[in-house]
Antibody, heavy 124, light 107 residues
Framework: EVQLVQSGAEVKKPGESLKISCKGS????????IAWVRQMPGKGLEWMGT????????TYSPSFQGQVTISVDKSISTAFLQWSSLTASDTAMYYC?????????????????WGQGTAVTVSS | DIQMTQSPSSVSASVGDRVTITCRAS??????LAWYQQKPGKAPKLVIY???SLQSGVPSRFSGSGSGTDFSLTINSLQPEDFATYYC?????????FGQGTKLEIK
């Protein structure tokens, strides 16, 4: 079965660091991109960025550039999203999803497999 | 960034009805559009990709159309499990922006 399994819910204090994970299985991890998507409480979906596990090439949405770091360890088929200093506005559900991006930067076939989400709560 | 605008923001319908949700891009995106369904507390689920291609396993009562800047998602003969929030997303150029969502509620 093709799946993405995310790490569990986190409760952190402002200023703390955090790294959440997304492990792929059931498919060739290095041949699909991984995207991260934020959903703040009661709000819509926001595209954060993508990484290609094959060569670790990363692209960030301008809204998230410099705010988070996306990385991957292909030896364990796992992508990561990390923060160096959390704020209350980082409280949200974070999803990873699988996709294919063409050489022209076009998403092919949509984001067809999603993780279950990781809830991050930042509160003093 | 390309802005995606969905309408309506919410719609009420009954089981058996036909519903159409529209999505407009701020600039042309060819057929680079996907539709997702999200139920409360769950991850989004891909419904339509490339504007009109039905994702495997999705019932044929779902259909998508459009190209350029104007797109639509139509659900024929609504079933109880279809009541959810639907998002469009452009995949033509980075960042791959989402619409604000359309909540489909039971009348």
């Amino acid at each position: 079965e093709v799946q993405l399994v995310q790490s569990g819910a986190e409760v952190k204090k402002p200023g703390e660091s955090l790294k959440i994970s997304c492990k792929g299985s059931g498919y060739s991890f290095t041949t699909y991109w991984i995207a991260w998507v934020r959903q703040m409480p009661g709000k819509g979906l926001e595209w954060m960025g993508t990484i290609y596990p094959g060569d670790s090439a990363t692209t960030y949405s301008p809204s998230f550039q410099g705010q988070v770091t996306i990385s991957v360890d292909k030896s364990i088929s796992t992508a990561f999203l990390q923060w160096s200093s959390l704020t209350a506005s980082d409280t949200a559900m974070y999803y990873c999803a699988r996709l294919v991006v063409s050489m022209f930067g076009v998403v092919e076939y949509g984001m067809d497999v999603w993780g279950q989400g990781t809830a991050v709560t930042v509160s003093s | 960034d390309i802005q995606m605008t969905q309408s309506p923001s919410s719609v009420s319908a009954s089981v058996g009805d036909r519903v159409t949700i529209t999505c407009r891009a701020s600039q042309g995106i060819s057929s680079g559009l996907a539709w997702y369904q999200q139920k409360p507390g769950k991850a989004p689920k891909l419904v339509i990709y490339a504007a009109s291609s039905l994702q495997s396993g999705v019932p044929s009562r779902f259909s998508g159309s459009g190209s350029g800047t104007d797109f639509s998602l139509t659900i024929n003969s609504l079933q109880p499990e279809d009541f959810a929030t639907y998002y469009c997303q452009q995949g033509n150029s980075f960042p791959y922006t989402f619409g604000q969502g359309t909540k489909l509620e039971i009348k």
